[in-house]
C-alpha cells in the first residue's frame, strides 16, 4: 500500500504495511524523529504529536493509509523563529529534564500560542492534558510556556542564555535546546543502513513449565532473518545485578516464573514482520499454581519460585536496646498495619537498544541503561566473549527512576546481531514494557511506635514484607533500606525492625526512587501524626522534638556526625505551618531522609577522565547515566570550578573508551561520587595549566582519578556503625482547599550544596509530582500475576492540570565527603509526600489512612487519572 501526504511542506509518498501507523510512517520511511514512540497506540502520553491539517494530533493513533492526502507537520516544519523561540524558553526556565517528552508538548504550545496569545497558566495546563511528563511536575513546562508567550507579544525580551558557570550556577542543561527540538537522539531513533528489528515473545502465564517451543512458522515468515531461543545462547544465560537469577531466554523443560518472560527473540526486515513473528512462535506450556502472595511464599511445602534461590530472598534486621520493654512502659504506643502498592515506573522512554557488529567482531551496543558496564558484561557473558569484544555507550535515556537498571533486552538484541551479523534494534512497546521491567515493591508494614508523656520517642518495632516478584533485582536491597530507614530522621533509642523480601510470580520488584524508603515513611509518619493527637502536641512540634541532631544515632547506630539539615527544614516551614493553623486549614507535614550511596559495606567508586582534544575541548568521561537528573550539565560546572576553565569547554561522555565501571546509577550517588572523582581529576588538569600549559600544548593528555569508597559497614557489623556515606533530610507539607484537595506542597530540602540551583529545585518538583500520584492515584494491580492495566490514564500518573502550586526551598548543610559539599537530592524528594497528604486528608476528614493509594479520599477523585476500568481482586486493609 502507497500513501501519499504532505510532509512539512515537500509531498512524500511511501510503502505502508498493514497495521502501521502515522507515526510508523514518520519514523520509518520519512526518517522524521521528533516525534517519539512512548505509548503507541494508545495515544495518552503525547510524545508524538504532530499538526494534521492544522490540528495537534497523536499520531500513534492515526492509521497509516489514514494520512492519504493530508497535510502534516513535525516540529521540524515549524518556522525558525518558533522552532528558535521554545528551545530558548525551555532552556532559560529548565523546563526539560530527560527531554524525551518535550517536543510534543513544544508543537503543543506552539499550536497553543497561535490560537490565544495570552492563555492562562490554567489554560496552559488544561492544553497539556493529553501530555505526559514524568521529570518536571511541570511547574518549569508552564514556566517556559508562559515565557514563549511573553516574548512572543513583545512584553519580555528572552533572557540571556547562561551558558557559562561553576558551582552554584544555574547554568541552561546541557543539549537543552537540542532536547528541546527532539534533535538530541535517543536509542529508537538511531538507525544504521541494512539494520533489522528485533521482537520477543513473552509467556502468558505467572507459572507454567515449557515443554516445547516451536519457531517453525515464525521462520519461515517472509522477511524474517533469525528466530533465537535459550538454546541459542553461547554462553551465560542467567543474569542478576546480584544472583545471576534471571534468564535472558527460558528454556524448554523449565518454568516460566512471571509474564515478563521471554520464550523467543526474532529479528527482521521490519518492525511489523518481527512482531508478527514473535507472534507466531508457538509455546506448549503446562500450567502449574502461581504463588502470589509473599506469606504463602514463605509456607511450608510452598512450590520454590526460582531455581537458584529459597522464596525467602533476604531478612534484613535492626535491633538496639530493648523494644518490648520500652513500649510497654511508654506513656503512648500506636499500633497499626500499613500497605503500600506496586507502582509502575511510567519512563516515558521504552526499553530499547541498538546493537550494531563492527569489522572486526566486535560489537557496538547503545544502551539507555542505568549501568552501561553492567550491560556490558551481562552481555558479554551471555555470548561467551570477552568483555573488551563489546563497545558500550550511553544514549541519555528518556526517564528510568531505577526502572532501567536491570537488563531489559539488550541480551537478546546483541544476540540477534551476534547471529545476523546485521545492526540490530528491538524497542518495547508500552504493554511490553510494563510486562518486562520490575516495579516498586508493594510493602506491609506491621508497626508499634512508642513515646513519653512529652511526645519523646521511646521505641519503633516494625515488621515489613516486601513482594519481589519472579527474580531477585535488587529486591534485598530495598527492603535492607526500607529497614534501615524505619525511624525515618528522628531519635528513637530501642529498635527492632525486621524485613523480608519475597519471591513470588508476580512481575520482578526492584529499584525504584525512594528504593524501599517511601514506604517505610508512609507507615512512620502516620504513627508520629497519632502519637502527636495523643500527646496533645501540634505536628510540627512532635517532629521537632524528635529530630535528629549532631551525636545522636539513625536507625541502624550509625552516629550522626555532620551535614544533618533536618532542623533547618522544619525552620524553613514552620512559620507557613502556624499561619495554616492559625487559619484552621486542613494541612499535613511530614519529613524523611534518604542516604546517597548505597552503602552497606558495598565498594562503591567514582571514576572520571579528562582527556584534552585537539580542537581546544576537553572530553570528560564518568560511568554514570544521564537519565534526565542533569548529572552531565553538573559535572562540567564542578570541571569548570576546579579548572576555572569555561563550563561550555567540556564535552561529557558515557562509552567504554575507558575501565570506569562504578555500577549502576542508583542510590542518590551520581553526584556525590562522579562529582568527586571529576574534582580530583580537574585538580590535576588545573596543576597542569598553572605550570603554564594550554590547552592547545596539552592536547591528548588524560588526566584520571578513581575515587574508592569503602568505609561503610553491613547491617549488624561490630564497631562502630556508617551505613552509609550521607543522608539528605526533608520536610514537607500539604494544604488541602475546601473540597479537599491538594491545594500547594511545600518542600525543604537538605541538599548539600546546591551545584545547580534551578536544576535541583527542578529534580525535587519532580519527586514532589511523583510523590503526589504515589499518594493518591497510582497503582499497578495484578490479576494471576499479569498487570491488569497498561493504559496511561489508569496507571494514574498525574497531569499537568492537577498539579497543586509548588514551593521549595533548599537548604545546604554542607556535605564534607560530597564534590564542593553537595550530596543526592533525586530520591528524597518523594519520601515524605504520601504522608503529608495522609496527614491532610485526616485533618480534612478524620480518616486516617492506611493504605495507598488513597482513592478513597476527596483529593484523589477530584482526578481524571487513576480509574481503573477492570476489576482487580478486593483487598480489605486495616
Known amino acids: 500500500m502507497s500513501v501519499r501526504f504532505m510532509l512539512n511542506g515537500e509531498v512524500r509518498e511511501v510503502a505502508a504495511r498493514p497495521g502501521e501507523t502515522l507515526l510508523d510512517l514518520l519514523r520509518g520511511p520519512c526518517a522524521v524523529t521528533s516525534p517519539k514512540r512512548g505509548c503507541q497506540p494508545q495515544g495518552q502520553c503525547g510524545a508524538c504529536v504532530a499538526l494534521v491539517d492544522g490540528e495537534a494530533r497523536a499520531t500513534c493513533t492515526i492509521a497509516a493509509e489514514a494520512a492519504e492526502g493530508r497535510t502534516v507537520v513535525t516540529l521540524e516544519g515549524l518556522p525558525p523563529a518558533a522552532r528558535n523561540l521554545f528551545a530558548a524558553a525551555f532552556a532559560a526556565t529548565h523546563g526539560l529534564q530527560c527531554g524525551f517528552c518535550t517536543p510534543g508538548i513544544v508543537l503543543r504550545a506552539h499550536t497553543l500560542l497561535e490560537a490565544n496569545a495570552s492563555p492562562t497558566r490554567a489554560e496552559i495546563a488544561k492544553a497539556l492534558d493529553e501530555h505526559l511528563c514524568r521529570c518536571t511536575g511541570y511547574v518549569r513546562i508552564l514556566d517556559a510556556i508562559e515565557l514563549a508567550a511573553r516574548v512572543k507579544r513583545g512584553e519580555a525580551p528572552m533572557p540571556a542564555p547562561v551558558l557559562e558557570g561553576g558551582v552554584g550556577a544555574s547554568i541552561e542543561k546541557y543539549r537543552s535546546r537540542e532536547l528541546a527540538l527532539g534533535e538530541r537522539p535517543f536509542v529508537d531513533d538511531l538507525r544504521e543502513s541494512g539494520m533489522l528489528f528485533g521482537a520477543l515473545t513473552f509467556s502468558p502465564h505467572a507459572r507454567a513449565r515449557v515443554l516445547k517451543i516451536d519457531t517453525t512458522a515464525a521462520r519461515a515468515l517472509d522477511g524474517v532473518v533469525a528466530v533465537v531461543t535459550a ?45 508478527a513473528a514473535a507472534a507466531l512462535v508457538e509455546v506448549t506450556y503446562e500450567a502449574l499454581p502461581a504463588v502470589l502472595d509473599p506469606e504463602a511464599s514463605f509456607a511450608e511445602g510452598a512450590p520454590q519460585v526460582n531455581p537458584k534461590h529459597a522464596n525467602l530472598l533476604s531478612r534484613s534486621v535492626i535491633a538496639r536496646g530493648d523494644a518490648t520493654d520500652a513500649l510497654a512502659a511508654s506513656a503512648h504506643v500506636v499500633r497499626g498495619t500499613w500497605k503500600t502498592q506496586r507502582i509502575e515506573h511510567l519512563f516515558l522512554e521504552p526499553e530499547s537498544t541498538f546493537v550494531v557488529p563492527k569489522a572486526d567482531g566486535t560489537l557496538h551496543l547503545y544502551t539507555q541503561g542505568q549501568g552501561i558496564y553492567d550491560d556490558r558484561r551481562q552481555c558479554a557473558a551471555l555470548l561467551g566473549i570477552p568483555e573488551e569484544h563489546i563497545f558500550c555507550e550511553l544514549v541519555p535515556n528518556g526517564g528510568a527512576f531505577g526502572g532501567k537498571e536491570d537488563m531489559s533486552v ?65 529486591g534485598m536491597k530495598v527492603l535492607e533500606r526500607a529497614a534501615g530507614h524505619m525511624c525515618g530522621p528522628y531519635k528513637v533509642p530501642h529498635v527492632d525492625v525486621e524485613a523480608r523480601a519475597a519471591y513470588t510470580n508476580n512481575p520482578p520488584c526492584g529499584a525504584m526512587r525512594g528504593f524501599g524508603v517511601v514506604q517505610s515513611a508512609f507507615a512512620l509518619e502516620g504513627a508520629l501524626d497519632q502519637l502527636a493527637a495523643l500527646c496533645g502536641l501540634d505536628r510540627w512540634e512532635i517532629r521537632w522534638r524528635n529530630a535528629v541532631d549532631i551525636g ?152 584520571a582519578a578513581d575515587v574508592v569508597v569503602e568505609d561503610t559497614t553491613p547491617l549488624g557489623a561490630p564497631g562502630k556503625v556508617k551505613t552509609h556515606t550521607s543522608y539528605g533530610y526533608a520536610t514537607q507539607m500539604a494544604l488541602l482547599d475546601e473540597n479537599g484537595r491538594v491545594e500547594k506542597l511545600v518542600a525543604a530540602h537538605d541538599v548539600g550544596r546546591a551545584v545547580n540551583p534551578a536544576l535541583c529545585a527542578a529534580q525535587i518538583e519532580g519527586a514532589l509530582h511523583m510523590g503526589l500520584g504515589y499518594a493518591l492515584t497510582e497503582e499497578l494491580p495484578c490479576v494471576d500475576g499479569m498487570p491488569i492495566v497498561t493504559s496511561l490514564y489508569q496507571i494514574g500518573a498525574l497531569r499537568a492540570k492537577d498539579m497543586p502550586e509548588v514551593s521549595v526551598k533548599l537548604i545546604e548543610a554542607a556535605e564534607p565527603e560530597g564534590p564542593f559539599g553537595a550530596k543526592g537530592v533525586g530520591e528524597l524528594g518523594l519520601v515524605p509526600t504520601a504522608a503529608a497528604v495522609a496527614g491532610a486528608l485526616e485533618a480534612y476528614d478524620g480518616v486516617r489512612r492506611y493504605v495507598l493509594p488513597m482513592k478513597d479520599s476527596p483529593a484523589a477523585k477530584a482526578y481524571s487519572v487513576g480509574r481503573i476500568r477492570t476489576k482487580a481482586p478486593k483487598e480489605t486493609w486495616r
Open 410 to 474: 539488550q541480551g537478546q538484541t546483541a544476540l540477534l546481531a551476534w547471529v545476523t551479523k546485521k545492526p540490530v534494534k528491538l524497542t518495547l512497546s508500552r504493554k511490553e514494557s510494563i510486562r518486562l521491567h520490575p516495579k516498586r515493591h508493594p510493602i506491609t508494614t506491621e508497626l508499634a511506635v512508642g513515646c513519653d508523656a512529652e511526645g519523646r520517642l521511646t521505641a519503633v518495632h516494625a515488621r515489613l514484607v516486601g513482594d519481589s516478584g519472579a527474580y531477585a533485582s535488587v
Open 231 to 275: 538454546a541459542d545462547v553461547p554462553g551465560e544465560r542467567w543474569h542478576g545485578l546480584i544472583y545471576h537469577d534471571w534468564p535472558t531466554f527460558v528454556a524448554e523443560g523449565e518454568e516460566v516464573r512471571c509474564v515478563g518472560d521471554v520464550l523467543a527473540a526474532v529479528a527482521a526486515t521490519s518492525e511489523v514482520v518481527a512482531r
Open 552 to 703: 545522636d544515632v539513625l536507625t541502624t547506630g550509625q552516629p550522626v556526625e555532620k551535614s544533618c539539615g533536618i532542623k533547618e527544614s522544619l525552620l524553613a516551614v514552620k512559620d507557613e505551618w502556624q499561619g495554616w493553623m492559625a487559619a484552621g486549614r486542613k494541612a499535613g507535614i511530614a519529613c524523611g531522609l534518604k542516604n546517597s550511596g548505597l552503602g552497606n559495606g558495598f565498594v562503591e567508586w567514582g571514576k572520571g577522565r579528562l582527556v584534552v582534544e585537539t580542537d581546544g575541548t576537553v572530553s570528560l568521561y564518568n560511568a554514570f547515566t544521564e537519565m534526565g537528573q542533569g548529572l552531565l550539565t553538573i559535572l562540567t560546572q564542578v570541571a569548570a570550578e576546579v579548572t576555572g576553565l569555561p563550563s561550555s569547554v567540556f564535552r561529557p561522555k558515557v562509552d567504554a573508551t575507558f575501565a570506569l565501571g562504578c555500577g549502576q546509577t542508583t542510590g542518590s550517588r551520581a553526584t556525590l561520587f562522579a562529582g568527586n572523582a571529576i574534582t580530583s581529576a580537574a585538580r590535576k588538569l588545573r596543576a597542569a595549566l598553572d605550570a603554564g600549559g594550554t590547552l592547545r600544548s596539552l592536547a591528548g593528555q588524560v588526566y
